[in-house]
């Protein structure tokens, strides 16, 4: 099976920097996704590590370590508009699922 | 291109009921996921369907059944609805890169 960590909140200020972290335990590893979810809405793509190494995409970072069994989000340059849950999900090894953490629910502040 | 299109966005229904929630994925998808999202938790996978195969089951009783048609739509039906069941009901339009999700239907039974 599967099982998935991240924290349950975080809280940041405008034009700050924060980083959320996810382990994961897992019995097939097929690549690493985070999703943003708005109150209501549905998840949004925001990353994809299959492969060791940090990939950035704008103010958006995602890190990969298969051997230790994490990966962290870095969100950069905080607006308000970041207020939202993050996921961190897993895809396992038969490619036909992902697996969620419980979410990640991130606030900004002025 | 239209997205991942799903129907009905809310519904009510009474335990015992039962539902049908609809899903259209992105043209040229072949595979069709189904999430439930229980408030304040991440998406638990519930099915995958591809080219109208079951390809993946989750660990949801036999009263969640599913079906794909030729072009790909599919549907998720509930039987004898309980009021756990209440939830975003998520659909994701898969292909090997990752995963679309529709903006759900929020299925509330009272």
């Known amino acids: 099976g599967q099982n998935i960590d991240q924290p349950t909140e975080m809280t940041a200020t405008e034009g700050a920097i924060v980083q959320i972290n996810c382990t994961y335990q897992?019995?097939?590893?097929?690549?690493l996704f985070w999703y943003q979810q708005h109150a209501g809405e549905a998840p949004t793509f925001l990353s994809y590590?299959?492969?060791?190494g940090l990939e950035e995409k704008g103010r958006f970072s995602s890190f990969l370590s298969r051997s230790k069994g994490y990966s962290y989000l870095l969100l950069k340059e905080l607006q308000m508009k970041d207020s939202a849950s993050y996921l961190c999900?897993?895809?396992?090894?038969?490619?036909?699922?992902?697996?969620f953490g419980g979410g990640t629910r991130v606030l900004v502040k002025p | 291109d239209a997205g991942v299109t799903q129907s009905p966005t809310h519904l009510i229904k009474t335990r015992g009921q039962q539902v049908t929630l609809r899903c259209s994925p992105i043209?040229?998808?072949?595979?069709v996921s189904w999430y439930q999202q229980v408030l304040g938790q991440g998406p638990q996978f519930i099915f995958q369907?591809?080219?109208?195969?079951?390809?993946g089951r989750g660990n949801f009783p036999d009263r969640f059944s599913a079906r794909q048609f030729p072009n790909y739509s599919s549907e998720l039906n509930v039987n004898a609805l309980l009021l756990g069941d209440s939830a975003l009901y998520l659909c994701?339009?898969?292909?090997?890169?990752?995963?679309?999700f529709g903006s759900g239907t929020r299925l509330t039974v009272v």
């Open positions: 999900a897993v895809r396992g090894a038969a490619g036909n699922k992902l697996t």
């Open positions: 369907y591809y080219e109208k195969e079951e390809r």
């Open positions: 994701a339009s898969t292909s090997r890169d990752g995963y679309t």
């Open positions: 897992t019995s097939g590893f097929n690549g």
């Open positions: 043209s040229g998808h072949k595979s």
């Open positions: 590590n299959v492969l060791d």
